[in-house]
């Protein structure tokens, strides 16, 4: 028998096995640790770790702190599903033979290739990017995959968090695409009735031939943006374990590990959204014979991708609700019972909604953000497409090609660029040599740093490739500084909200200081960080569009008039700018669930401290780089929308045949769609957070009825039901996300198409356009400070504890501790469910205000 020894207060002793039990008994003296000897568990999973502030014997056979013995040990964990799932489309494809795939794979890239060679040479270069950026993620795969998975114990751990996600999304996205093919017959019935602008009536467009193309694009949209999200989970439920596995061997090759997880769920994220963008562009170039006599115009067609974005926004904001509401239900439930009512710590095996809550990290920081992602670039490379085709029409350009496709090539050299950021993360050449820990946010900061500097160098390139024209030789050098703005404004917005959401800076120090005097000046104290953390990122938001707008109006590009037209494609420059390393800031947020994951998996299955130290500094790094990552992402939803509302704009002239360029708030109408706008971001929060608050308290009710129900829990004499936790939070989170997802669909169309009628009966035939437009506007403007305070205030709480919990103000179990949980537990719905879900919910307002324009009209 191998033995465990402490001081007095007790030992822990690993008894002979039976079929996976082992036997603990408490030490006749107090304490918190456990002695074997009667008490059969039968396969309750795990014991409890050993105080690691006692001295600690261990035998030779438990080197580096490794428990030999109770790593070898057996351990049951619940499965979440009774057989192996694997989706339709795999297995449609595994049972074709291998010959005949590799040539209908040939097939296809040759009819791709086809196409693009068809449409521009520019389309050529991008599908070629795009598909080497694929085989590179497919080289990170094959790399993460082959590292060890640990012991048993993690092995059958990660596999419950496994099926258990996959579960959930595959129910999740069941239920979005039977709401999406719901959508796509009402937007072909109401294409079908709309009016048509003068360019579709000259180059043959009917109504039938723009329905089609419109749904085609939506569904299109809508399933690419369901793959990028079941591509995040499926690698961040793989890599979990790794992670933790390679905790035990050296932090820099658990960073390593987690770094290129994430960097191939962003690689295939940000490559799909950019060739699924320039395959309908070459599709619908060659189908519909744009360019030829009598035709559509190249500068028209990007206006027939605008179902594309929609799609993609719809899809992304379930999947944000529904993650989000499934994520931090379980992580209030699990935390309010476990760490506040019984005292336990995080992720410990007794807590019936650990699991639950592990699953939540996958399905909603890992799947729901990749599709939140792929929804941002593909909004943003839309909305800068119709501008740019919008500017060369009015200028006169030859070949307007380069400003239209100049969106596509940015993001190509983005994949570039963050590839090489994260083979700059790079484990210690010698695992066995034990060197002090470095700061992760420091080395992913180098990788970001590097990033930058490339994205600047390749967009330069780009602008000089593709901008320059004869009209005006200098104008590609100002939309190159617009580049640069808006690189500046990505680098300035992760710094302010690493500022204010580190534990390393004052803001989050001061928010844990005033956790020492108890639950309610903690609670103030983050309201009030949230509240001020919106100062600075409106500032520079402010100064980048400004600034971006002028270096536009200035660069030569004038119409027929002589008037300067480059202003708008300027900001839409500074917004591909701010994008151009989307890869790499999306790479440091998958890092953080898959990194949180880690830790849960080494915390159940009893790993020694200092493994759990090291996930610890990981996790907490991971809420930064997730809060981060929301920063910069509602920073490019600020410019994407202010394009997309540029956009909207431009279609409503051209349906109405009048010019439509100002919005006047002071007609009573337009001000109140001004008024809704706002009071739809704040209604569509409010039942967001309560969403999560209902479904936690049906969880907190479960937990708690398993510990009266079942006592021997606290003791390891009976094991939690998982299970049932887990089915409550997903029959749950599916259910209440239709609500506030409703909301949003359907504000807009109804809010429009009443005012509409309203402007027939008192003769004034654009009221209904221009109350959506005045809708839009303040819904972004509240929208943008909205999320700016709920990522930050949640984000800020959550690393107030994480600070606490590294021995600062009392430590662990503290007064300060438990108020610590009560404000992390009121971010957790702020950062993770209405905050993320507002990004989705301003740039699918812009989008379903392009696709239904006609309805207002």
């Not at 520019?122 to 998975?149: Q, T």
């Not at 595959?170 to 019935?189: D, E, F, H, N, P």
């Not at 409106?538 to 270096?551: D, E, G, N, P, T």
């Not at 600070?803 to 501790?817: C, M, N, R």
Request: hydrophobic fraction near 50%; include cysteine; charged fraction near 15%.
């Amino acid at each position: 028998m191998r033995t465990l020894v402490s001081d007095a207060r007790g030992a822990v002793s690993l008894a002979s096995e039976r079929e996976g039990a082992f036997k603990i008994q408490r030490p006749s003296s107090g304490g918190d640790l456990l002695q074997g000897s009667s008490g059969d568990y039968g396969s309750f999973p795990v014991a409890r770790r050993v105080n690691s502030s006692h001295a600690v014997m261990m035998d030779d056979s438990m080197e580096e702190g490794n428990l030999a013995a109770y790593q070898d040990r057996p351990r049951t964990f619940p499965t979440m599903r009774s057989k192996t799932y694997t989706p339709l489309i795999f297995r449609i494809f595994m049972g074709i033979n291998v010959r005949v795939l590799f040539v209908l794979l040939l097939f296809c890239f040759g009819a791709v290739f086809y196409v693009g060679a068809s449409t521009s040479p520019i389309i050529l270069f991008v599908f070629a990017i795009c598909i080497i950026s694929f085989l590179f993620s497919i080289y990170l795969a094959k790399w993460v995959l082959m590292k060890d998975e640990g012991p048993p114990e993690m092995v059958q751990i990660s596999d419950a968090i496994r099926d258990g996600a996959e579960g959930f999304l595959r129910t999740q996205y069941g239920t979005i695409s039977k709401m999406a093919c719901i959508l796509a017959v009402a937007i072909l019935c109401i294409y079908f009735f709309r009016s048509t602008t003068p360019q579709q009536e000259t180059s043959g467009l009917g109504r039938s031939t723009s329905a089609y193309v419109t749904v085609a694009a939506f569904l299109l949209g809508a399933l690419c943006s369901g793959v990028a999200g079941y591509v995040g989970m499926w690698v961040s439920v793989r890599a979990n374990v790794r992670v933790s596995s390679a905790a035990r061997r050296s932090a820099r090759e658990a960073l390593q590990i987690a770094v290129r997880a994430g960097g191939l769920s962003s690689i295939v994220v940000v490559g799909m959204a950019v060739i699924g963008v320039a395959i309908l562009y070459a599709t619908f170039y060659v189908c519909l014979g744009v360019d030829s006599p009598g035709s559509m115009k190249v500068t028209e067609l990007p206006l027939l991708l605008v179902g594309y974005g929609f799609g993609a926004s719809f899809v992304a904001l379930f999947a944000q609700l529904g993650g989000g509401i499934y994520t931090k239900a379980a992580d209030v439930g699990a935390d309010l019972v476990g760490k506040v009512e019984q005292g336990i710590p995080e992720d410990d095996p007794r807590n019936p909604a650990v699991i639950a809550d592990l699953v939540g990290d996958n399905v909603g920081d890992c799947a729901a953000r990749g599709a939140d992602l792929f929804e941002s670039i593909a909004a943003e490379v839309i909305s800068a497409m119709i501008l740019g085709g919008t500017m060369a029409k009015r200028c006169k350009i030859e070949d307007p090609s380069g400003f239209i496709l100049f969106p596509l090539v940015v993001h190509s050299f983005d994949l570039v660029v963050s590839s090489v950021g994260i083979l700059s993360i790079r484990s210690t050449r010698d695992a066995s040599v034990k060197t002090p820990m470095e700061d992760p946010m420091a080395i992913l900061q180098k990788g970001y740093s590097l990033t930058i500097v490339l994205a600047v160098i390749t967009f330069a390139a780009s602008t000089r490739w593709l901008l320059y024209t004869e009209q005006a030789p200098s104008a590609w050098l100002n939309f190159a500084l617009c580049g640069l703005v808006g690189i500046i404004t990505a680098y300035v917005f992760v710094w302010i909200t690493k500022y204010y959401t580190d534990y390393k800076h004052e803001p989050v120090r001061m928010l844990a200081l005033s956790s020492s005097t108890g639950h309610g000046t903690n609670i103030i104290a983050g309201v009030s960080l949230g509240l001020e953390s919106t100062a600075l990122p409106v500032l520079v938001i402010s100064v980048s569009i400004i600034s971006a707008f002028w270096l536009g109006h200035t660069s030569g590009l004038v119409d027929e008039s002589g008037a300067p037209t480059g202003g708008l494609f300027g900001t839409a420059v500074a917004t591909m700018g701010m994008l151009s390393t989307a890869a790499y800031v999306l790479t440091m947020d998958m890092f953080g669930p898959i990194a949180d994951n880690a830790g849960g998996i080494v915390e159940m299955s009893q790993q020694p401290e200092s493994v759990r130290e090291i996930t610890d500094v990981l996790d907490a790094v991971g809420n930064t780089t997730k809060a981060t990552t929301k920063g910069f992402a509602i920073g490019s939803a600020a410019l994407a929308s202010f394009l997309l509302f540029s956009a909207y704009m431009d279609e409503v002239a051209s349906f109405a045949h009048t010019p439509f360029k100002q919005v006047d708030i002071a007609i009573p109408e337009v001000f109140v769609g001004g008024l809704l706008g706002s009071m739809l971001i704040f209604l569509f929060s409010a039942w967001a957070c309560s969403a999560v608050g209902r479904t936690a308290q049906e969880v907190v009710n479960e937990v708690r009825r398993q510990f009266i129900e079942r006592p021997g829990i606290m003791d390891y004499q009976e094991k939690p039901d998982y299970a049932r936790c887990v089915a409550i939070v997903a029959s749950a989170s599916l259910r209440e996300m239709i609500k506030p997802g409703a909301l949003a669909i359907i504000s807009p169309i109804v809010v429009g198409f009443l005012f509409r009628l309203l402007g027939q009966y008192t003769g004034h035939p654009l009221l209904g356009a221009k109350v959506v437009a005045a809708m839009l506007m303040f819904a972004t403007v509240s929208g943008i400070l909205m999320a700016l305070f709920l990522n930050t205030a949640g984000g800020a709480w959550d690393n107030a504890k994480k600070f606490i919990e590294t021995g600062a103000l009392g430590g662990k179990g503290s007064d300060a501790h438990k108020a610590a949980i009560t404000g992390d537990t009121v971010g957790d719905p702020f950062k993770d469910t209405a905050g993320p879900s507002i990004h989705v919910l301003i740039k699918m307002l812009a989008t379903i205000t392009l696709v239904m324009a006609p309805v207002f009209l």
